[in-house]
Every structure is written in structure tokens, then in C-alpha cells.
């Protein structure tokens, strides 16, 4: 069961999206339908959302998408990756926090591990830490990449394993990092990122309804 802020968090989302006015709905019909083929083959679908650090908008990504698929349910696994590992982002957990995620910090260190939970259940949650894409526990092959910056795009023109592909950049919101527009600027990646990820679920599933 979704925790009751993650879901007004999504319900929020249902009620301000609208795909027809995003510059990438061309790219979202497209995820949307190759979800739609996984689920009409009874197969899932397994997603690996990557960009550069693996810091901020990949781990938003996975979140948002494990979280709207327990919404609606739709059989799919995310995971997150970056082209190099550092840490995800004290700013990212931030602004998941705000949206209504319990946030636990698993591991020290130079890349500390969190279970992001976005349900009152044990499995309903992310362990969210930086690593490469092609690193476990994230599939080796039978997966589609979802590009969310341009120059994880550009830099890995072949993602070795992966199925299909598909470029939907998003503003990096480190660009107001240490400023007064910091939370601001964390919160609309969020939102963003949320609103799109549970339309390409949502319309997945009334195709295969």
C-alpha cells in the first residue's frame, strides 16, 4: 500500500499533467507503448534509468517509477545507474522527503546506501546508491535504458544489453545547488520527472486494459 503523501504526491500529478503540452511526448508515447507490448506479453518490464553521476535525476526516476507502478499496477522493475558512480545526492533525498518519502540511511560511507520506501511494505521501497549502469543488481540485458541527461545520451550512443532506448533529458537541478532557488529548483525535477513517469505507466496500462 502506497504511503498516503506518495500517493497524493502522484494523485497531485494525475490532476496537473498534460502530455499534449511537453516537448517530449513523442519519446513518452513511445516508453509508453513498449510497456504496453511488456504487458501484453505478460513478461514486465525491467527499466534502467540513467545519467552521468547516478546522483539526482536517475534516482528520482526509479523512485517515481517504482512508485507508479504500485499505484497502478503495472509489472515493472527500475533501477538507476550513471556512466560513472559518485553518490546520490543529499538534495535528491531532500526533495523525495518533501514529496512524502521515508528515507533510511542504510550505509556509510564515501556512497552511502538509503531504502527510499514509498509504501508501508518492506518491498515497496528503493535502495538508491551510486553505481555504474552495467553494475548488479541491475540486469545485464533484456532492459530498456531511459536516458535522462544529454550527456549520458551523447557519451553512451550503445548501452550494452539493453532492448530498447529512449531520450528524456531533464534539467539538472545541480545548477542551483547552494543557492536560495536550491529547494525550488529540486522540487520541480521531482515533480516533473513524477508527472511523466506516471503518465507512461498510466497509458500503458489502459492499452492493455
Not at 539526482?56 to 497502478?72: C, E, K, N, P, T
Not at 555504474?132 to 532492459?143: L, M, R, S, V
Not at 550503445?158 to 536560495?180: C, M, N, W
Request: hydrophobic letters at 45%; one cysteine or more; a negative charge.
Amino acid at each position: 500500500m502506497l504511503l498516503s503523501p506518495i500517493r497524493d504526491y502522484l494523485q497531485g500529478c494525475q490532476a496537473t499533467f498534460n502530455v499534449a503540452s511537453s516537448p517530449r511526448q513523442p519519446e513518452l508515447v513511445r516508453l509508453s507503448a513498449y510497456l504496453a507490448q511488456k504487458q501484453a506479453a505478460g513478461t514486465g518490464a525491467q527499466l534502467v534509468v540513467i545519467c552521468t553521476h547516478n546522483s539526482r535525476r536517475s534516482h528520482l526516476g526509479q523512485f517515481w517509477l517504482a512508485s507508479a507502478a504500485a499505484m497502478v499496477g503495472a509489472d515493472l522493475v527500475a533501477y538507476s545507474g550513471g556512466t560513472e558512480a559518485t553518490a546520490c545526492h543529499p538534495n535528491t533525498l531532500a526533495a523525495l522527503a518533501r514529496a512524502g518519502a521515508s528515507i533510511n540511511r542504510l550505509a556509510d560511507g564515501a556512497n552511502p546506501h538509503y531504502a527510499i520506501a514509498y509504501g508501508t511494505e518492506g518491498p515497496e521501497q528503493v535502495v538508491a546508491y551510486s553505481k555504474h549502469f552495467a553494475a548488479p543488481p541491475n540486469p545485464g540485458q533484456g532492459f530498456a535504458a531511459i536516458m535522462v541527461c544529454n550527456e549520458a545520451d551523447l557519451g553512451c550512443p550503445v548501452i550494452p544489453g539493453a532492448e530498447a532506448r529512449f531520450a528524456l533529458p531533464y534539467t539538472d537541478p545541480k545548477h542551483a545547488d547552494q543557492s536560495a532557488a536550491q529547494d525550488e529548483a529540486y522540487d520541480l525535477a521531482c515533480k516533473t520527472i513524477a508527472q511523466e513517469m506516471l503518465w507512461v505507466i498510466e497509458n500503458a496500462k489502459a492499452q492493455t486494459a
